[in-house]
Each structure stands twice: as C-alpha cells, then as structure tokens.
C-alpha cells in the first residue's frame, strides 16, 4: 500500500508512481487521440458526420451513474477487507493476553507455541489470500513442522487445528477450567471466520457480465465521441477533449479492478504484510 500525506495538495498532484492509471493508459491513449485525430481531419476536409453531442451527454450521465456504482461497490470490499484484518489484528492480542494470564508464569513452552503459532497463521492466511505459500515466514514449534504441512492445500486450516488441539490439551491437563476453554474456543473460532470472509471477498468478483457490460459502454462510448464533438464546432479541441474523457472513464474502472480484490500485492492494495509484522510484534511482547 502506498503512504502519503493526504494534506500535501500540489505533490500528489504532480506525483506519478508505478500504479498511476496514466502509465497503463499512456499507448491506449496515444492509439485514441491519433484516432481523434483523423477522425477530425476526414470531418473538417473531407466528410460532414451529421450528429448531435445531445445523445453523447445523455450517455455519459448514465455512464457516470455506473462507474460510481463500480467504484463504490469495489471500494466496499476494500474497506470491508481492512475491517477483517483489524478484527485479526485484536483477535490475535486478545488470544494473547488471554493465554499470558491464564497460564502459569513459568509456563514458556505453552506460550511460546501460541506466540509463534498465531503468528504463524496470521502469515499463512495472508499466503494463501495471494496463492502461494511462504515457508520462509512460518516458524517450527515441538508439536508443529512446517515441513510436514508444505503441500496442504490449505495452510490456515492446518495451523489452526493445532491451535485448537493445544487448546483441548490445556483443558485436559487441567491447566484452564471448562469455562475458560469455552472462552478461549471462542476466541480461536474468530480466526477461522475472518479467513472465510476474506475467501468470500477473494473469490467473488463482480459479475462477468456486468464487468463486460461496463467495458463495452466506455468503449462505443469513447469511440464515437469525436463524431459528435467535432460536428458541432470543437474543432481540433476536439482530440484533447476526448483523450481526457477517455482518461477519466478508463481511469476509474482500472482503480475498481485493482482494489476489488485488497489483500494482493498492487500498489493500492491493504497494507496485509505490514499488518502482520505488528501482529508478530505485538505478540511477542505479550507472551514473553
């Protein structure tokens, strides 16, 4: 994810970084606007296309009613994916805090393990988000080999049966009493819910029909523009007009692509590897 200041005005609008939707538009844009081009030089020595820019406002309103419909649509499972990566990152301290309390003092095995595997999970859930597992970033315990898990299909689920198992455990050797490890079950089950609705968000892009549908209207739209335009006096404005109507348009659904799914690695996307780090962090103060 990118950092900035949001109160520096003037620098971001002069900034230009690798996710600016100009550098992935700058050929379409060039292709455009030697199409407007031509299409204005054939109008003005060659052919008159009888048109109305009517119809083109007309359309253009409805496309800008879609667009906001896209962009708000994608920025909602953006900002509804950063609510479940908060909801990991106090899942996690209070799973923590809990088991500092409730085991004993001198208990550092059994912290150690639900320090390295929270922490472990928080890890192979934001691997498995992107499809691909990273054994680097995942740590060994004495009831847990991350060499035997290498090739589950899904890793989340393997650490968190551990976790789960380790918790029965502590019950059995009296370590926390039925209520506690009632308690504690339903702490560790939060895990478990919050990767299924990232699987949910992950998984579920727009409709294909709709996304097409959208792409198909800014293109008949975009290409006959010029028509329009030039047949009622723009002239030769006509070309950098329509090259930033096309900007604007092409611009905004980019942005709703990339932020639709937020847990991947685009520029734009949730800050998931930071956000784990600190989890680490935080739970190895607390467990110590």
């Known amino acids: 994810m990118i950092k900035y200041n949001p109160k520096d005005w003037f620098g971001l609008i002069f ?20 199409f407007t081009t031509s299409v204005v030089y054939i109008e003005l020595h060659y052919f008159h296309f009888e048109s109305s820019l009517t119809i083109h406002s007309l359309v253009g309103f409805i496309i800008g009613l879609l667009l906001v ?3 708000n649509t994608a920025y909602d499972r953006w900002w509804e ?33 639900y320090s390295i595997m929270i922490s472990n999970y928080c890890y192979s859930l934001k691997n498995h988000l992107r499809d691909h597992n990273n054994l680097d970033e995942i740590e060994n315990t004495t009831d847990f080999k991350k060499e035997k ?3 589950k299909a899904h890793l989340p689920n393997a650490i968190m049966n551990e976790i789960f198992k380790k918790n029965k ?38 409709p294909y029909s709709y996304n097409i549908f959208i792409k198909k209207f800014i293109f008949v739209y975009t ?10 006096l723009f002239y030769y404005w006509t070309v950098p007009i329509c090259v930033f109507i096309l900007y604007i348009l092409a ?13 991947g690695t685009d520029p734009n996307d949730l800050p998931v590897d930071d956000i784990c780090y600190n989890i680490k962090k935080n739970i190895q103060e607390i467990l110590i």
């Open 223 to 232: 290409l006959t523009l010029p028509f329009s335009m030039t047949s009622t």
């Open 81 to 113: 994916g950063r609510k479940l990566l908060g909801t990991l990152v106090n899942t996690s301290r209070n799973l923590a805090l809990k088991m500092n309390n409730l085991l004993p003092v001198k208990d550092t095995t059994n912290k150690s393990f």
């Open 69 to 71: 419909f896209r962009t």
């Open 169 to 206: 455990e502590l019950y059995d050797q009296k370590l926390i009493s039925g209520e506690l490890y009632i308690t504690i079950d339903n702490e560790t089950k939060i895990f478990t819910e919050i990767i299924g609705a990232c699987e949910r968000i992950k998984k579920t892009p727009i």
């Open 251 to 263: 611009s905004l659904e980019l942005l709703a692509e990339e932020i639709e799914n937020p847990f």
């Open 149 to 151: 898990n290498q090739n």
């Open 15 to 34: 900034e230009f970084h690798k996710s600016d939707t100009l550098r992935k538009l700058i050929y379409v844009i060039v292709i455009y606007a030697i």
